[in-house]
Structure formats: structure tokens, C-alpha cells
Antibody
Framework: EVKLLESGGGLVQPGGSLRLSCAAS????????MTWVRQAPGKGLEWVSS????????YAADSVKGRFTISRDNSKNTVHLQMHSLRADDTAVYYC??????????????WGQGTLVTVSS | SYVLTQSPSVSVDPGKTARIPCGGN??????VHWYQQKPGQAPVLVIY???ERPSGIPERFSGSNSGNTATLTISRVESGDEADYFC???????????FGGGTKLTVL
């Protein structure tokens, strides 16, 4: 059974930093791209960042480029999202999702339950 | 960048057919995927590559994609189908995924 468990969310002040983690199990982690998608309260899904199975190729939305960095540790079946210079409009539930392909281009066939990030003073 | 347009809401009577459109410029040339999200829950993939169903998704869920519109169709709608539905494509020009704004399906 595929499981994705996010952690690291919480309350942070504007300008602060936070590191999200996603622990994966139930599949061959090193064979699939991974992605982070967020959802602001009452809003739709917004893609944040993705990376390929080997971590060699990364993609980031313009809204987070230069502030957020995605990475993975295939030895620990974990993907991370390092977030800096956080703003109020980064407040959202952040979902980790498994991509159905190696490159991180495809659809997401499994999703975690999400972790809430609140940026507020 | 590429824009996917969804109607904010669709209503349907139980037992009838719901059609949820997703509009985009020449979307028929790109594979479209659909997710269902119930309140307080994570999204669930219900259709991929326009019309393929993951295991465990009822046959009542189907998809099509042509021209400028992709459509998620739910036959014999049940109260448990009430949810938000999001379409998703890969924008090959911008080299990143795009989600539609979502459609809230209400079962009357």
C-alpha cells in the first residue's frame, strides 16, 4: 500500500523559513518523480514544485522560484520542500504527491493527507 | 501560461448524469487528468490520460477530450460523488503542470 506522510508544517512569521518533509512507502521510491501541491483555505489546487526520480531535474512555480527548494533523499524515501522568505499568501495545506512517471511530468496517482502551513505574525 | 477553465459549480439529481467540462486552448492535443476532492480530504485521481480509470474507481466515472474541451462524466450520480473536481494537464511550453480552478459537484 502506497503511503505518503507529510510533516513539518506549522505557524511561522512572515519572512521566516520552514522545511516540509514527506516520508514515502509502499513503492519503489527511486523510480518516480515527486511533487508538492498546495491549497490555500477555500481555494483550488496550486502546483508548487516537482522533481524527477533521481532528483536531477527540478521544476518550481514562478510564485515560489528563488524561495522554495525541492529535494529528495532516495536512501531514506523522503522528499523535502525547503521554504524561505515566507509570505502570508503561502498559507495553505501542502500536499506531497507521487508522480506516475520518472520525470515528474505526469499525473499524481497518490497523495498524502497534507500539512498546514500558516504564515502570520 | 496555459489556462484551464472550469465552471465553479454543477448540480445534478441523484441517478442522473453529471458532465464537468474543462476548457483550454486545443486541450484535445494534451492528456488530461482528473482529481476528486471531498471536504477535508486529499485529492484522489479518478481519470488519467483523458479516459483511463485507476483501479478502484467505479465505471460510472469516464472522461473524454477533444478540441478545446475535456469532460469528466459521472453516470448514475450518487450522494457520495459530491466533491470538488479538478482537471490537470502538463503545460509543455512552460514545462510545468496546470490545474483548473475546480468544479463543485452538488447532488440535489
Amino acid at each position: 500500500e502506497v503511503k505518503l506522510l507529510e510533516s513539518g508544517g506549522g505557524l511561522v512569521q512572515p519572512g521566516g523559513s520552514l522545511r516540509l518533509s514527506c516520508a514515502a512507502s509502499g513503492f519503489t521510491f527511486a523510480s518516480y518523480g515527486m511533487t508538492w501541491v498546495r491549497q490555500a483555505p477555500g481555494k483550488g489546487l496550486e502546483w508548487v514544485s516537482s522533481l524527477s526520480a533521481d532528483g536531477g531535474t527540478t521544476y518550481a512555480a514562478d510564485s515560489v522560484k528563488g524561495r522554495f527548494t525541492i529535494s529528495r533523499d532516495n536512501s531514506k524515501n523522503t522528499v523535502h520542500l525547503q521554504m524561505h522568505s515566507l509570505r502570508a499568501d503561502d498559507t495553505a495545506v501542502y500536499y506531497c504527491a507521487k508522480c506516475a512517471d520518472y520525470d515528474g511530468h505526469g499525473f499524481s496517482d497518490y497523495w498524502g493527507q497534507g500539512t498546514l502551513v500558516t504564515v502570520s505574525s | 501560461s496555459y489556462v484551464l477553465t472550469q465552471s465553479p459549480s454543477v448540480s445534478v439529481d441523484p441517478g442522473k448524469t453529471a458532465r464537468i467540462p474543462c476548457g483550454g486552448n486545443n486541450i484535445g492535443s494534451e492528456p488530461v487528468h482528473w482529481y476528486q476532492q471531498k471536504p477535508g480530504q486529499a485529492p484522489v485521481l479518478v481519470i488519467y490520460y483523458d479516459s483511463e480509470r485507476p483501479s478502484g474507481i467505479p465505471e460510472r466515472f469516464s472522461g473524454s477530450n477533444s478540441g478545446n474541451t475535456a469532460t469528466l462524466t459521472i453516470s448514475r450520480v450518487e450522494s457520495g460523488d459530491e466533491a470538488d473536481y479538478f482537471c490537470h494537464v502538463w503545460d509543455s511550453v512552460a514545462d510545468h503542470p496546470v490545474f483548473g480552478g475546480g468544479t463543485k459537484l452538488t447532488v440535489l
